[in-house]
């Protein structure tokens, strides 16, 4: 079924999972520039009780065609995919409509996507303690507001963006 959302994220074009039975959104560390992780001491597991391996925490930009939208989550070299949780679906004003296959997010709507490979590593991930006030815990687990980090980069995938879709790509 369509459960995947085309994106750019850091000049590379990926199929992000939206899966609103996933506690925490997981982006893979080859998507994000070392520079744009901070330090973290959460632990994360998989639905199975798999521990995951955490590099740290991020805050990244995503465009879908014209729209960015900023993706707060854990890195890790242990997932093959971008995974945007339950909370990126509420912090986006998401609403997913299974029958046409869209996701619409604040009010845009996008058109998502079947899997494009079997691969995938990790799928459903849960936070390892309970947490109650989501910005708040947010803050406490590493997980800032988004702010733009690196402006001279996000004008270079703003270039690469711009000629890719005048060459048709």
Same mark, same amino acid.
């Given at each position: 079924s369509r459960a995947y959302l085309r994106m750019r994220i850091n000049g590379h074009w990926v199929s992000c999972l939206v899966d609103s039975g996933c506690e925490l959104t997981l982006l893979p560390a080859r998507l994000v520039n070392p520079n744009q992780i901070e330090e973290t001491r959460m632990k994360v597991r998989a639905a199975n009780g798999t521990a995951i391996p955490v590099i740290g925490t991020t805050c990244v930009r995503g465009k879908i065609g014209s729209d960015k939208v900023n993706i707060r989550g854990i890195v890790s070299d242990q997932v093959a995919?971008?995974? &945007?949780?339950?909370?990126? &679906?509420?912090? !986006?004003?998401?609403? $997913?409509?299974?029958?046409?296959?869209? &996701?619409?997010? @604040?009010?845009?709507? !996008?058109?998502?996507?079947? @899997?494009?490979?079997?691969?995938? $590593?990790? @799928?459903?991930? &849960?936070?390892?303690?309970?947490?109650?006030? !989501?910005?708040?815990?947010?803050?406490?687990?590493?997980l800032r507001q988004c702010a733009s980090r690196d402006k001279a980069q996000e004008d270079e995938h703003e270039q690469q963006d711009r000629y890719a879709f005048s060459h048709g790509e």
């Open positions: 995919e971008p995974m &945007l949780s339950i909370e990126w &679906l509420k912090e !986006h004003k998401a609403v $997913w409509d299974f029958d046409e296959g869209t &996701l619409r997010l @604040r009010g845009r709507m !996008h058109k998502l996507v079947a @899997r494009e490979r079997e691969d995938a $590593w990790v @799928r459903r991930v &849960l936070i390892e303690e309970d947490i109650d006030n !989501h910005d708040r815990d947010f803050e406490r687990i590493g």
